[in-house]
């Protein structure tokens, strides 16, 4: 069966620093990744995929994630953080083509 | 429309009314999908539809809920003499084809049960 561990429930950087998001996998299959952001209030958008091209996945707003098989990772990393990136980060995999399945949930907070 | 669509915003019931939540997808998409998040957590699937079809409805918690999309357009999901456990937040999303890379959810609808 397929699942997502997001290894941090809440991440604090300060604005202009790095950000790392960790996510581990588990699948049986080659499995399509993805990170999704949801600010308050609003609808789940998506940052990123990878879905078996390049491992190295570059997204929207400067967040990049990389595909380690051998490590069953998929972090998301960002190399500056800016304030509107505050928000809830889900890491999400999908094994047969529909449904997604979805972490727990990394809250980003970022202070100036 | 520009975007998926989900109404009502917000809905707060009594224990043990019936609700109805309503998804309008973005024109065309044939795959449309109906996701619970409780408070806290990440969406958990709940029913898959293909056009019309109903292909997958594994993640459907009890009897209570129940899931249509006559059309294969708007769809209506349905919970019958809602329990507190019920409350969440319900996502809406829909896909131009068969797999997960183009979604787009939509804003949700927050159920309250009090």
């Known amino acids: 069966a397929q699942s997502v561990t997001q290894l941090d429930s809440h991440v604090s950087v300060s604005e202009g620093t790095p950000v790392l998001l960790r996510c581990n996998y588990s699948?049986?299959?080659?499995?399509?990744l993805f990170w999704y952001v949801q600010h308050p209030n609003k609808g789940l958008q998506l940052l990123l995929k990878y879905t078996s091209a390049a491992t190295l996945v570059k997204g929207i707003n400067g967040f990049e994630a990389e595909f380690k098989k051998s490590e069953t990772s998929f972090h998301l990393t960002k190399p500056s953080a800016h304030m509107s990136d505050a928000a809830e980060y889900f890491c999400v995999v999908s094994e047969a083509g529909t449904a997604l399945i979805f972490g727990k949930g990394t809250t980003l907070s970022v202070s100036s | 429309g520009a975007g998926v669509s989900q109404s009502p915003r917000y809905k707060v019931a009594k224990r043990g009314q019936d609700v109805a939540l309503r998804c309008d997808p973005i024109s065309g998409h044939v795959s449309l999908f109906w996701y619970q998040q409780a408070l806290g957590q990440g969406p958990e699937f709940l029913t898959y539809?293909?056009?019309?079809?109903?292909?997958?409805k594994s993640g459907l918690p009890s009897d209570r809920f129940f899931a249509e999309r006559p059309e294969g357009s708007v769809s209506t999901l349905k919970i019958q003499r809602t329990q507190q456990e019920d409350s969440a937040v319900y996502l809406c999303?829909?896909?131009?084809?068969?797999?997960?890379?183009?979604?787009?959810f939509g804003s949700g609808t927050r159920l309250t049960v009090v």
């Open positions: 999303a829909s896909s131009p084809d068969r797999g997960p890379g183009g979604y787009t």
């Open positions: 539809f293909q056009n019309e079809a109903q292909l997958d």
């Open positions: 699948s049986s299959y080659s499995p399509s």
